[in-house]
């Protein structure tokens, strides 16, 4: 028994993470292009943080991938 003990499941913050280090991305300009500041954006790519629901088309669409493979329904990325 956890209690009241929440698993937090960081599984979108790892897939952006991956993704932006497989794709060469720089997450400063990946936050800039969110609208998101870069400190918060660095704390949700290290998984400190969880993604707000309302964040994640803005990450998607500023990393170049789908809502699909960041909430992890498709593993193909969004052709440019």
């Known amino acids: 028994n956890m209690g009241n003990a929440v698993k937090?499941?960081?599984s979108i913050n790892e897939r952006l993470?991956?993704?932006?280090?497989?794709q060469d991305k720089m997450p400063s300009r990946v936050a800039?292009?969110?609208?998101?500041r870069r400190d918060?954006?660095?704390?949700?790519i290290s998984s400190k943080r969880v993604i707000f629901a309302e964040e994640v088309p803005k990450?998607?669409?500023?990393?170049?991938?789908s809502v699909d493979y960041?909430?992890?329904?498709?593993?193909?990325?969004k052709e440019e």
Do not use: P
């Not at 993470?17 to 497989?22: A, E, H, I, P, S």
């Not at 990450?59 to 991938?65: K, L, Q, T, Y």
């Open 70 to 77: 960041l909430l992890g329904c498709e593993e193909a990325r």
């Open 40 to 44: 918060t954006f660095s704390n949700i």
């Open 59 to 65: 990450i998607a669409e500023a990393a170049g991938c």
């Open 32 to 36: 800039d292009k969110a609208g998101i």
């Open 17 to 22: 993470r991956d993704y932006l280090v497989q």
């Open 8 to 10: 937090r499941d960081y």
